[in-house]
């Protein structure tokens, strides 16, 4: 049974920086593309962040809105990829949420809150 789980969340002004892991049990995510998404209040959950391994190495996507301010990496003997976000900004509040990517529906877990205060 595959198991992801996200955490690192918290409450942080604008400016600041926090660290999301998402640990990953029950399949190997080295293998496989990989992705943060988040879902802010009153909106539909949306891509973020991408991870693929290629055969010339590994490529990386973001979103317009965090680009320069997010990073997205992984620790494939810890089997979790992590998500550093930096400068954060309020509109960057949401409950993130890792998964494949693309995404499989019974992957999705309970997410972490991240709120960035203004």
């Known amino acids: 049974q595959v198991q992801l789980v996200e955490s690192g969340g918290g409450l942080v002004q604008a400016g600041g920086s926090l660290r999301l892991s998402c640990a990953a049990s029950?399949?190997?995510?080295?293998?496989?593309?990989m992705g943060w998404f988040r879902q802010a209040p009153g909106k539909e959950r949306v891509l973020v962040a991408r991870?693929?391994?290629?055969?010339?190495?590994?490529?990386?996507y973001y979103v317009d809105s965090v680009k320069g301010r997010f990073t997205i990496s992984r620790d494939n003997a810890k089997n979790t990829m992590y998500l550093q976000m930096n400068s954060l900004k309020p509109e960057d509040t949401a409950v993130y949420y890792c998964?494949?990517?693309?995404?499989?529906?019974?992957?999705w877990g309970q997410g972490t809150q991240v709120t960035v205060s203004s």
């Open positions: 991870i693929v391994s290629t055969w010339s190495g590994v490529n990386t």
């Open positions: 029950g399949r190997t995510i080295s293998s496989v593309g």
């Open positions: 998964n494949t990517y693309p995404p499989i529906n019974s992957y």
